[in-house]
């Protein structure tokens, strides 16, 4: 009796009793993935589950997920082996040393070109990767950083951030930290919308240690080289989870740290984005104390090294009188009334600064308080 010669779909023999999907499932084991993703997590088993299996849902699945779990966390191991996905890689960590290190481990064992994070708590939307691909691939160049808006979700309300594009030739700090609204800020960069090319972040890693403002330290640091501009994708393609009960340690990240941090990365920003983020940023944390000295400490540093406007006067005036849970409840207030569809132009790569001129480079504060 003739047999049927074996299928052969994707380049590999398929078995008698061997289903059409798991041939793909091998075929994409075999090539390089297009986009590595690195997620950092800790004791957080059900939220980094989330978050991973919004990655492999993906339009594009030729991908590899690269969980850094750190430190000791057998919940997390347990959770994660259950998935059951040849694309799912986890690297346990002994010892615990932060999201900026986990990233680094995640970043020296990606394959592909390209990278993308995700933090254990956030989620992308599926066409996610596709669009920054297309982004990333038609870029006018070598090293394109490409962020995207993101859907802020908050126990109160549901808003896009950032709420507009980079204006043409505006400086990209001052863009992404100087307030135009006394309880928000425009533009905005977060962890889990960067895309960039593996090499440049092996090229710039993140710094170890830093507890606040990691994505606004590697991304001014990045910009710095002349190969690397920010291209921002219109659309929201992630969604970011504001649990305000659940602890952060970057809400916890100590004012005066935070503050020696900016006058390290003084030269990397205009004088007008270092008043912002030293009245807006780190004034949000140094209000915590409750101190008038450090109310004058920071104040004087700012008109030291930066220009203050009128509204960054005002905004540290109103951090350090309004609780922050008021705070925060009018901003989100404001911005769900608010609520724009995104405008249709593209910003190009070259809304970056000129490399000629050093104190033009720029990118966004992690969050405005």
């Known amino acids: 009796m003739h047999k049927a010669p074996p299928d052969t779909r994707a380049g590999f023999p398929l078995a008698r009793d061997e289903k059409p999907l798991s041939i793909r499932r091998r075929y994409l084991m075999s090539r390089t993935p297009d986009v590595s993703v690195v997620i950092p997590t800790c004791d957080r088993p059900a939220l980094v589950t989330r978050a991973v299996q919004s990655a492999l849902n993906q339009s594009v699945t030729t991908i590899e997920v690269i969980v850094v779990v750190d430190g000791a966390d057998a919940g997390t191991l347990a959770a994660l082996a259950a998935l059951r996905d040849s ?34 708590d956030d989620e992308w939307l ?29 126990p109160r309300a549901e808003f896009v ?23 928000h ?16 972040l092996r090229r710039v890693p993140f710094t170890v240690g830093l507890r606040r403002q990691q994505e606004l330290d590697w991304t001014l640091r990045a910009l710095a080289h002349d190969d690397v501009r920010l291209v921002m994708a219109t659309e929201p393609l992630v969604l970011w989870h504001q649990d305000e009960d659940r602890p952060r340690i970057s809400l916890s990240s100590p004012w005066k740290a935070q503050l020696d941090w900016l006058r ?9 984005a270092y008043a912002a983020i030293a009245l807006s940023i780190i004034g949000s944390m140094a209000a915590t104390t409750r101190d008038p000295h450090v109310f004058r400490t920071v104040l004087a540093d700012a008109r030291r090294h930066g220009r203050p406007g009128l509204l960054d006067y005002l905004t540290y005036l109103q951090i350090w009188l309004i609780p922050p849970q008021l705070r925060h409840t009018l901003r989100d207030h404001i911005l769900a009334r608010r609520r724009v569809s995104a405008p249709a132009q593209t910003p190009a790569a070259d ?16 969050q405005n308080p």
């Open 264 to 272: 390290s990365i003084r030269t990397l920003v205009t004088p007008r």
């Open 185 to 200: 800020g425009d533009g905005f960069i977060q962890t889990s919308t960067i895309l960039a090319s593996t090499a440049l």
């Open 351 to 366: 809304t970056a600064p000129r490399p000629a001129e050093p104190n033009r480079t720029g990118a966004a504060a992690s």
């Open 126 to 154: 599926p066409h996610k990767l596709e669009v920054q691909l297309r982004l990333a691939r038609t870029a006018t160049v070598p090293a394109p950083i490409v962020a995207s808006r993101l859907v802020n979700r908050t």
């Open 87 to 120: 694309r799912l890689h986890v690297l346990p960590l002994t010892e615990r040393a932060g999201a900026p290190n986990a990233r680094n481990v995640g970043v020296a064992a990606a394959r592909a070109e390209w990278t993308a994070f995700l933090d254990d």
């Open 161 to 183: 951030l950032p709420r507009r594009l980079p204006e043409p030739d505006e400086p990209i700090c001052e863009y992404l930290t100087v307030r135009r609204g006394l309880f």
